[in-house]
């Protein structure tokens, strides 16, 4: 599985997008056989055997490569939710293969991702709505994202959220809420130290008080 980098605005967006290697095995026969097998299985709607259809197409193995039909069959297995094929499509339209990277695209098949509740997306989607990149800019919209990839395992995403809560003329109670967002994601996360600092520096120790109760409040609730 390969690992792409993408660098938007604020940092590094982590996408994986790698080839399948399991497979389905199909009937016996010759390969004219084992590809109309995969052919009929894919047109029959089963989202896995459309990847992996898609695979064999991109590959060359159902004769020569034909990219469009290959992102076709992607597509169709993407649409059912198989994250195989979503995380395909975000690394093709990034720039992994042959195609011309599509911003629009990667946004698309990454806010399906984070749908289906991956979270990894869920915080990449996060960033790309911040920083619209391939997506109109939606705050609010990202702060939703992050909080969900923050119940998914990403303590980096509750770094960005009290970052985004802190800025401008924040009133009291949301600075409250950005210093309960940054003990969330701690001391190993980077960043942490300094967004912490400039918080406290603007609290009192009765905020600061608050800020830890609802902190332990919130990590219970995490999944």
Same mark, same amino acid.
């Given at each position: 599985?390969?690992?792409?980098?993408?660098?938007?605005?604020?940092? #590094?967006?982590?996408?994986?997008?790698? =080839?399948?290697?399991?497979?389905?095995?199909?009937?016996?026969?010759?390969? %004219?056989?084992?590809?109309?097998?995969?052919?009929? #299985?894919?047109?029959?709607?089963?989202?896995?055997?459309?990847?992996?259809?898609?695979?064999?197409?991109?590959?060359?193995?159902?004769?020569?490569?034909?990219?469009?039909?290959? =992102?076709?069959?992607? @597509? @169709?297995?993407?649409?059912?939710?198989?994250?195989?094929?979503?995380?395909?499509?975000?690394?093709?339209?990034?720039?992994?293969? /042959?195609?011309?990277?599509?911003? #629009?695209?990667?946004?698309?098949? /990454?806010?399906?991702?984070?749908?289906?509740?991956?979270?990894?997306?869920?915080?990449?989607?996060?960033?790309?709505?911040? /920083?619209?990149?391939?997506?109109?800019? +939606?705050?609010?919209?990202?702060?939703?994202?992050? @909080?969900?990839?923050? +119940? %998914?395992?990403?303590?980096?995403?509750?770094?960005?959220?009290?970052?985004?809560?802190?800025?401008? *003329?924040?009133?009291? *109670?949301? =600075?409250?809420?950005?210093?309960?967002?940054?003990?969330?994601?701690?001391?190993?996360?980077?960043?942490?130290?300094?967004?912490?600092?400039?918080?406290?520096?603007?609290?009192?120790? +009765?905020?600061?008080?608050? #800020?830890?109760?609802?902190?332990?409040?919130?990590?219970?609730?995490?999944?």
């Amino acid at each position: 599985m390969r690992l792409r980098v993408w660098v938007i605005a604020m940092g #590094a967006i982590l996408i994986w997008g790698g =080839l399948a290697t399991a497979q389905v095995p199909p009937p016996p026969g010759g390969p %004219g056989e084992i590809g109309g097998w995969y052919e009929q #299985a894919a047109k029959a709607g089963d989202p896995k055997i459309q990847f992996l259809y898609g695979v064999r197409i991109e590959q060359g193995v159902q004769g020569a490569p034909d990219m469009e039909a290959a =992102l076709y069959w992607y @597509e @169709e297995s993407a649409k059912q939710g198989y994250a195989p094929a979503l995380h395909r499509l975000i690394a093709l339209y990034g720039g992994a293969g /042959t195609i011309p990277a599509n911003p #629009a695209k990667v946004a698309q098949w /990454t806010g399906r991702a984070a749908g289906g509740g991956d979270a990894r997306s869920a915080f990449n989607y996060a960033v790309m709505l911040e /920083t619209g990149a391939g997506v109109a800019r +939606d705050v609010a919209a990202a702060l939703t994202w992050y @909080e969900a990839a923050y +119940d %998914g395992g990403i303590d980096r995403a509750a770094l960005r959220l009290g970052y985004l809560l802190s800025q401008g *003329e924040a009133a009291p *109670e949301q =600075l409250v809420r950005a210093l309960m967002w940054t003990d969330l994601a701690g001391a190993g996360v980077r960043g942490y130290q300094d967004l912490r600092r400039s918080l406290v520096e603007r609290l009192n120790s +009765d905020q600061q008080a608050q #800020a830890h109760e609802m902190s332990i409040h919130r990590r219970a609730l995490r999944r």
